[in-house]
């Protein structure tokens, strides 16, 4: 049953990393680039979960963590650059 | 050991003056002078055993491979110049302690001396010719130190900077001849190749070796055509001319003449190169010196012809010759530098050296007077001086030489007479136009005698000059006979050291050159108006011009290869590599491989076409830098995934972190640039990057394609075996890093901690001149939102920090045996900071962090060095991990490994140089932006202001407005 579960989760994420390649590529403005690179890397922490099930082991959930920990901050320095310029002030 | 020690003095005691300068000029100048005191002492001491005909050597090995062997030797010949060097640099020590001026670093210059003086005892004892070759080109370098000493002067700098590129090329060119001339005599030791000169010169090598070794000594001696750097070498202070050109720097290249000698001289191609050179430049020296109006200028020509002659003698080839040669060694050096430190006595104390604001010096300075008639009379070659009788060896020899080889064939006789009345002419006008004639009233100063420490050294050896002339047996009888006697290496010729040698030919050539010498300096006035009516070319113009011409031709050279542009470099390169590649697989066999095709995944292709989406969308779209480097985030995350996939975590997890630092350091980089990329390549270039580029592409895939479906023998297996094994660990990723290659990452972390202060060195040197005005005036380009520590990122971040650190914390202790390790991190613990730096600002988050990134960058390092190190208190070599189990209450058993302690010093280096790193990128951001350094750590503190902000809390935004 989770093997069929996590078929469907792969596909829908796919369709959904695509959808965030369209956004990346369509724009308009550099706010929905930079959230569809968020997105991204949300989708990926997804995928890196569903392939540790997949695979029965833990060893890259920690990649999760770090991706959910850290990959925000580009997208932060991202934002901090449109709105302020300098990053840090 | 006491040969070895006489070479080192000099070098090790050069510290001494420029420390004792800090007790003083005079404790400068004593402790300069105990130094070459107790070198010439040592060398004293052997006297005995060298004048019994004992050769002493010194050996010890250095780079046995290449032939080269700290090997000294000390003979006659060496005895006489080492002793030359250190006795006439003891005067000189003294001379300069009170020619030099308050305002010259004596330290500087005692320093300077001493080691041009080990250099200069260096050259003269080695036996091993690679050894003598590196004394050689100390000499240069040092000498280039001594002669641009004021370098607050154009002249001293040019002058230094011609010696240097004049004796330099000549060192260039005596290592080839060196090197061929060890190939042919089978040994690179001077005592061997001086006995085997029969094999030299039937060697077909013998003709090139001997023009290179010519070329490296005509060089250093100033022969015509080289002669011309020795003149402008005169801008230095005047010691330094007394000591490099009297008995030092110029006499190298004649030293090695007599040095191989023995084993180079007696052919017709010694005697016709040598001997014309030496002739020539006798001459044309001499006439030169007669028209010099500086004293120095004066002296410096006449350098250059006394040392013409004594090239002419060893040019001869016969015994006699050659004896004359070494003798006149030694008379030049002691009348020469008397005259030089003369020169400068008047410059010191009449204000000038030039010959027309001179004379009548006579009546003022009787003391330096005296000591100047005496010296020049012996460089005119009068009786009863010494230089008298090493001129009439000088003439006797040039007398019995046959330059066609007639019966009958006076030429060189001739010209060598000719010489002789030149020499005596500027010599007589030494006296005459300096020191004799009327009283002036014009003298830049009033000219009087000069201090006691300043006429004793001259003193000395005019004295040598006197007792030499009338008691030459006595005096250096012995010394000429050993040294000449290890030049010639047979039996001594008939010779006979005394003023009256009857009725002899050179007799008359002597008497004809005086008188001729006088009539022609009672003609000066109408000698210069003859003079004049000839082109004469400007030494110092032509070399000017060609050195003008090769640097502009290199930087033709050079900017065809190097103009700066990134884009011609990488196709150079990716070109180089294409045409490597495409001869690899011509040359190899190009099958595909057997190995089977695995089956795709649907979400492998998903990731394949972000990647190539990504990739192609950066190829269109790569002017719009912001853009693009959104675009590079994408791919960074399908790396990323990739390693994943492909079972790399640890890689995973570094890509993901450098990922971020990357994004960081570039927006803030970025933050100074133009946003777009201007169009600047025309078409054929884009069209040749296009092609390389789609070249390349195939290329690197070929090249995959093949790798991945054949099964290629690596390392790896060792790796996998060994370390659980060898290191301890189970993450055999850590064990590589810190283990396997832990030199390699030691070396690594020092180049990163270098790296981050190369970019603090940069960017203060931007902060100043023309860029820092540029940024201090620099505008902001787009608009500013007001919001600048928001609130939910400062709560988010503080938040983050606490889960980060522990992360970090988790990352490195189990990188040993799991994924991780202090690279990972570092570089978790840096990002970790960098949020609180982005979130409130970095005057706010430096202030609290406390932390100097300059020393953990150090510390790392010093942490990981020292556990290297650690291993050798245990016998082990550098950095040999060590690891054990320890049980402790409560915790349980847990694995101890020296690794981890390495493994922290990687930690702080990475932590401290992209701290570092982007802190001085962000210093330039605040300095450009003229924003007031918020005080808070947030725009709208609630916890300050329960019931909403008071207006004058958001100060930003006025600058908003901007």
Known sequence: MIFYALVFAFAAIGAGLMCNLWRLLQGPSIADRILALDTMVINSIALIILYGVLQGRTVLFEAAILFAMVGFISTVAYCKFVLRGDIIE | ?962
Request: net charge neutral; hydrophobic share 55%; glycine share 10%.
């Open chain 2, 1 to 962: 050991m006491q040969l070895a020690l006489i070479v080192l003095l000099p070098f090790i005691g050069a510290v001494l003056p420029a420390l004792m300068i800090r007790a003083g000029r005079n404790a400068c100048a004593i402790a300069t002078f105990t130094v070459t005191a107790t070198a010439l002492l040592i060398l004293l001491v052997q006297a005995p055993r060298v004048f019994a005909g004992e050769v002493l050597h010194f050996r010890a090995e250095w780079l046995p491979s290449l032939g080269l062997d700290v090997n000294f030797f000390l003979d006659g010949y060496g005895f006489l110049f080492a002793g030359l060097i250190l006795f006439i640099g003891l005067l000189i020590i003294t001379y300069a302690r009170f020619y030099l001026a308050k305002e010259d670093p004596m330290g500087r210059f005692m320093a300077f001396l001493l080691l041009f003086q080990g250099a200069m005892v260096g050259i003269v004892l080695s036996d091993n010719i690679l050894l003598l070759l590196i004394f050689w080109e100390l000499t240069s370098l040092t000498s280039f130190l001594l002669i641009g000493y004021w370098s607050h002067l154009p002249e001293g700098r040019q002058g230094a900077r011609m010696a240097l590129i004049v004796t330099g090329s000549g060192g260039l060119s005596l290592i080839g001849g060196m090197l061929l001339l060890g190939h042919i005599a089978g040994s690179y030791d001077i005592s061997v190749i001086i006995t085997r000169g029969d094999v030299i010169q039937a060697s077909p090598y013998y003709i090139p070796a001997l023009l290179l070794i010519l070329g490296g000594c005509f060089t250093k001696s100033a022969q015509f055509p080289f002669h011309f750097w020795l003149p402008h070498a005169m801008a230095a202070p005047t010691p330094v001319s007394a000591y490099l050109h009297s008995a030092t720097m110029v006499k190298a290249g004649i030293f090695l003449l007599g040095r191989l000698w023995p084993a180079l001289s007696g052919t017709d191609a010694w005697f016709y190169i040598v001997a014309t050179t030496g002739l020539a430049t006798m001459v044309i020296g001499a006439w030169i010196a007669l028209f010099k109006d500086d004293l120095k200028g004066l002296l410096a020509h006449s350098t250059v012809s006394h040392l013409g002659l004594v090239t002419f003698l060893f040019g001869i080839g016969t015994p006699f010759a050659a004896l004359a040669g070494v003798f006149h060694i030694i008379n030049h050096a002691t009348f020469k530098a008397a005259l030089f430190m003369n020169a400068g006595i008047i410059d010191h104390e009449a204000g000038t050296r030039d010959i027309k604001r001179l004379g009548g010096l006579v009546h003022l300075m009787p003391i330096a007077a005296t000591m100047a008639v005496i010296a020049a009379l012996s460089m005119a070659g009068i009786p009863p001086f010494n230089g008298f009788m090493s001129k009439e060896f000088m003439l006797e020899a040039a007398g019995h030489t046959a330059w066609f080889g007639l019966a009958f064939d006076p030429t060189v006789a001739i010209i060598a007479t000719i010489g002789a009345t030149f020499s005596v002419a500027y010599s007589l006008r030494y006296i005459i136009h300096v020191y004799l004639g009327p009283k002036r009233d014009d003298y830049p100063h009033q000219p009087h005698d000069p201090p006691f420490g300043m006429w004793a050294p001259p003193a000395l050896l005019v004295v040598l000059v006197v007792l030499i002339g009338l008691f030459p047996n006595t005096i250096v009888g012995p010394l000429l006979a050993t040294s000449a006697g290890a030049v010639i290496g047979a039996d001594l010729p008939y010779y006979s050291l005394s003023l009256w040698h009857g009725l002899t030919p050179a007799l008359f050539m002597s008497i004809f050159a005086v008188g001729a010498g006088y009539f022609l300096l009672t003609r000066h006035s109408r000698a210069v108006t003859f003079r004049e009516r000839f082109y004469r070319p400007e030494a110092k113009e032509i070399f000017d011009n060609a050195v003008a011409k090769i640097v502009g031709w290199s930087r033709t050279g050079t900017w065809a290869l190097q103009n700066g542009s990134l884009q011609r470099y990488l196709a150079a390169m990716t070109g180089m590599a294409l045409i490597g590649g495409y001869g690899a697989y011509l040359g190899a066999s190009s099958a595909p491989g057997s190995n089977p095709m695995l089956p795709v995944p649907a979400l492998a292709v998903v990731g394949w076409l972000l990647l190539v989406g990504a990739c192609a969308a950066v190829v269109i779209l790569h002017r719009e830098r912001l853009f693009t480097l959104v675009l590079v985030g994408v791919i960074g995350v399908i790396v990323s995934l990739g390693f994943l996939y492909l079972s790399a975590p640890d890689l995973a997890l570094t890509q993901i972190s450098v990922e971020v630092v990357t994004v960081i350091l570039l927006l803030l980089a970025l933050n100074f640039l133009p946003k777009k990329t201007p169009i600047e390549s025309p078409m054929p270039i884009k069209a040749r990057d296009g092609v390389l580029a789609v070249l390349a592409g195939i290329g690197i895939t070929g090249a995959v394609y093949a790798m991945l479906r054949r099964d290629v023998d690596s390392i790896s297996a060792f790796h996998l075996a060994n370390a659980y094994g060898g290191g301890g660990g189970t993450n055999v990723v850590n064990i590589i890093l810190v283990d396997f290659r832990g030199i390699d990452t030691y070396g690594e972390i020092i180049v990163l901690g270098i790296a981050a202060l190369c970019i603090v060195a940069l960017l203060d040197t931007a902060m100043q001149g023309a860029s820092g005005r540029r940024i201090a005036n620099w505008q902001v380009d787009m608009r500013r939102s007001a919001d600048r520590h928001p609130l939910l990122l400062v709560v988010g971040t503080r938040v983050m920090l606490a889960f980060a650190l522990v992360v970090g914390a988790y990352i490195f202790l189990r990188g040993h045996n799991d994924p991780g390790g202090g690279f990972i991190a570092g570089l978790v613990v840096a990002i970790a900071l960098i949020m609180q730096y982005m979130a409130s600002g970095f005057a706010w988050a430096q202030r609290r962090a406390g932390l100097d990134y300059h020393s953990v960058i150090g510390w790392g390092v010093l942490v990981a060095g020292l556990t290297g190190v650690a291993s050798w208190l245990f016998d082990y070599p550098f950095l040999t991990s060590w690891f054990d189990y320890i049980t402790l209450p409560i915790v349980g058993t847990f694995e101890v490994a020296s690794a981890i302690a390495f493994d922290l010093g990687v930690f702080l280096c990475v932590v401290g140089s992209v701290m570092l790193a982007l802190s001085r990128l962000s210093r330039v951001g605040r300095i450009a932006e003229h924003l007031d350094v918020a005080e808070g750590p947030m725009d709208v503190d609630p916890s300050l202001h329960p019931n909403g902000p008071p207006s004058e809390t958001r100060p930003t935004s006025s600058v908003a407005a901007q």
